[in-house]
C-alpha cells in the first residue's frame, strides 16, 4: 500500500535560519506531489506542486523553494526564514490521475522565534 | 479560478443532535469537490467526495454531503454526532481540467461536540 512519510514533526528554529522539510512516498511511481502550508485561521494554502523530477511549479511568491531531486522526494526549503513562515506544512499526494483526490502526510509544525 | 467558502469558523454541537457544516463554491467550469477531516497534529483525510452521479454523498463516520448545482452548495451532515466527531473539517474542490490537479481548500471549520 502506499505511504507517505514526512519529517522533522516540530521544528523550532530563529529568524534567518534555514529550512529544510523533506516528505517522501512510498508505493507508488511518478505522483504528483505536493506541498500545502496551514496557519492559524487561515485554511490549507497550496505553495508548491511537481508533476515530476525537477518539475516543480510555485503557486505563492515567498521567501520558500521546493526541489525534487528523486521520484518519490520532495523537499521544501528556505534560505532565510522569516517569522511569517510558522505553520504546519503539509505534504500531499494524489491518489487517482484527475480526481483530485489528496492523501496526506502526518505534517511538519514549524515555529519561528 | 475557484474558491470554497466556509462560512462558519466554529460550531459546538452536543452530542447525539445533528450538525451541518456549510460549504459553498464559485468556479467556472465543472468541479470536484471534497470533505477532508483533520484530527489535532495530524494531516487531512478524506470524509467523501463528489465526482458525478448522484449528488447525496455518503461517507466514512457517518457523514454524508449534498451536491446543489443551482446552489453552489456543498453541505456536510450528519444526524448524530459523537465525542470522536471533534476535528476540523475542510471542503475543497478541484477543476476538471486534464492535468490540472490542484483543490482549492476552505478556510475550515472546527467541530465541537459538548458531552
Known amino acids: 500500500s502506499q505511504t507517505i512519510h514526512q519529517w522533522p514533526a516540530t521544528l523550532v528554529q530563529p529568524v534567518g535560519s534555514p529550512l529544510s522539510l523533506e516528505c517522501t512516498v512510498e508505493?507508488?511511481?511518478?505522483?504528483?506531489l505536493y506541498w500545502y502550508r496551514q496557519a492559524a485561521g487561515r485554511g490549507l494554502q497550496l505553495l508548491f506542486y511537481?508533476?515530476?523530477?525537477?518539475?516543480i511549479s510555485s503557486e505563492v511568491p515567498q521567501n520558500l523553494s521546493a526541489s525534487r531531486p528523486q521520484d518519490r522526494q520532495f523537499i521544501l526549503s528556505s534560505k532565510k526564514l522569516l517569522l511569517s513562515d510558522s505553520g504546519f506544512y503539509l505534504c500531499?499526494?494524489?491518489?487517482?490521475?484527475?480526481?483530485?483526490?489528496?492523501?496526506f502526510g502526518e505534517g511538519s509544525r514549524l515555529t519561528v522565534l | 479560478a475557484q474558491s470554497v467558502t466556509q462560512l462558519d469558523s466554529q460550531v459546538p454541537v452536543f452530542e447525539e443532535a445533528p450538525v451541518e457544516l456549510r460549504c459553498n463554491y464559485s468556479?467556472?467550469?465543472?468541479?470536484?469537490l471534497f470533505w477532508y477531516v483533520q484530527y489535532p497534529n495530524q494531516g487531512l483525510q478524506l470524509l467523501l467526495k463528489?465526482?458525478?452521479?448522484?449528488?447525496l454523498v455518503k461517507g466514512i463516520n457517518g457523514f454524508e454531503a449534498e451536491f446543489n448545482k443551482s446552489q453552489t452548495s456543498f453541505h456536510l451532515r450528519k444526524p448524530s454526532v459523537h465525542i470522536s466527531d471533534t476535528a476540523e473539517y475542510f471542503c475543497?474542490?478541484?477543476?476538471?481540467?486534464?492535468?490540472?490537479?490542484?483543490?482549492?481548500f476552505g478556510t475550515g471549520t472546527r467541530l465541537t461536540i459538548i458531552p
Open positions: 500531499a499526494w494524489i491518489g487517482a490521475p484527475n480526481t483530485g483526490e489528496l492523501f
Open positions: 508505493g507508488t511511481s511518478n505522483p504528483n
Open positions: 511537481s508533476i515530476g523530477i525537477d518539475q
Open positions: 468556479s467556472s467550469v465543472s468541479v470536484y
Open positions: 463528489y465526482l458525478s452521479g448522484s449528488t
Open positions: 475543497a474542490v478541484s477543476d476538471l481540467g486534464f492535468g490540472n490537479e490542484k483543490l482549492t
